[in-house]
């Protein structure tokens, strides 16, 4: 390195103690592209909060930001890139549709097992930038089986739950490759002879169950709703008997109807081998045949947990 760029270095970390030093590039003389290159990542290093030696003065300084009199550079407004267009884009879909979200969005209205009031609040704000920290810092608090989540072996089997059977052991491959969208037909649970009337082929291994929930939009209900369509036990059986699918995912709280639930799980958490993904978002999604991806945290010792899972077309 150059000992201009050394100058310009040291330039930019003391005006970087009072504004956003990405406004003055366009004032350095032209240098070759690597220079640029280089200067971007060292422009980049002297702002970021874990910043090189050249910068940690003013950010050492700057931790009492509340100081009025000393303005945190965390904080300007000059900070921001376009102060008059900070509305965030949410997705639904991306890449032109190739890439579906198919897991609902965390928030204080969506329901919650047997309750009439939804989530409510699970995150906190024990350290605000508005409250003079350097940064802001949420803390949630979340059942492990909210929203769009996941169930291993423990979750209705004790000796399973005993031995360890935790989501950190879910098999990631069956939770992500080749998957079947397919309708059930509305006026039923799904029973062994809904399921045989499915005609699921041999060899399919991942199955993403659209049923009435979805036409009820319940996910999107705050109150729990125990008329939810799922499997009864029989036809969790005759999953097991006749079918290949491992992973079997479904559009509410539950893969199992609310009047057999505990006996249902049961039947699909007994051979450990069957993975089970509930709250999944359907509605936008056309039946048909995608790569579904479904990575669950690696909670140790948790029979649960949320999971961001994604379609591929
Ligand atoms: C940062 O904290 C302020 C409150 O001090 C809050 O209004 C803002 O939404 C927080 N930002 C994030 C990203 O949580
Ligand atoms: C700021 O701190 C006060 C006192 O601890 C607290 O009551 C308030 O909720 C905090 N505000 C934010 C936005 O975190
Ligand atoms: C499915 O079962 C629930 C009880 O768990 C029941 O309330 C509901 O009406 C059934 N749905 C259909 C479509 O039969």
Redo the contacts with the bound molecule.
């Keep these: 390195m150059g000992e201009d760029l050394i100058t310009y270095t040291l330039t930019l970390s003391l005006i970087n103690r009072h504004c956003c030093s990405l406004t003055f590039i366009p004032m350095l003389p032209m240098y070759s592209i690597t220079t640029t290159i280089l200067l971007t990542i060292l422009i980049a290093y002297s702002i970021s909060p874990s910043s090189s030696s050249s910068s940690s003065s003013s950010s050492s300084s700057s931790s009492s930001s509340s100081d009025d009199a000393y303005p945190s550079p965390y904080t300007t407004p000059c900070d921001v890139d376009d102060v008059t267009n900070l509305s965030p884009i949410r997705r639904e879909v991306y890449n032109d549709g190739h890439i579906i979200d198919i897991s609902h969005r965390f928030h204080p209205d969506m329901p919650s097992w047997l309750s009439n009031d939804g989530l409510g609040q699970f995150l906190k704000l024990p350290a605000s930038m508005k409250n003079g920290s350097r940064s802001n810092v949420s803390e949630m608090k979340l059942v492990t089986h909210t929203g769009t989540h996941v169930d291993a072996p423990g979750h209705m089997i004790d000796e399973y739950f005993d031995a360890g059977f935790d989501v950190d052991t879910l098999d990631l491959h069956v939770l992500n490759g080749p998957a079947l969208v397919v309708d059930v037909p509305?006026?039923?649970?799904i029973t062994a002879e809904v399921m045989k009337s499915l005609n699921i082929p041999k060899g399919v291994m991942r199955v993403l169950f659209r049923?009435?929930n979805t036409d009820k939009r319940l996910m999107w209900q705050k109150q729990f709703d125990?008329?939810?369509?799922?499997f009864?036990k029989d036809g969790a059986q005759w999953l097991k008997d006749n079918t290949d699918i491992k992973l079997v995912g479904i559009d509410y709280l539950s893969v199992a109807?609310?009047?057999?639930?505990v006996a249902t799980h049961r039947v699909f958490f007994k051979s450990r081998d069957i993975i089970l993904v509930e709250g999944l978002k359907l509605d936008i999604v056309e039946a048909g045949i995608y790569n579904v991806h479904c990575l669950p945290l690696r909670l140790l010792g948790a029979e649960g947990s949320p999971i961001r899972c994604i379609l591929i077309k």
């Excluded at 509305?186 to 649970?189: A, F, K, L, V």
């Excluded at 109807?257 to 639930?261: E, G, K, L, Q, T």
Aim: charged letters at 20%; zero cysteines; proline letters at 0%.
């Design positions: 509305r006026d039923s649970n049923t009435l125990t008329s939810y369509v799922g009864l109807a609310f009047v057999d639930s």
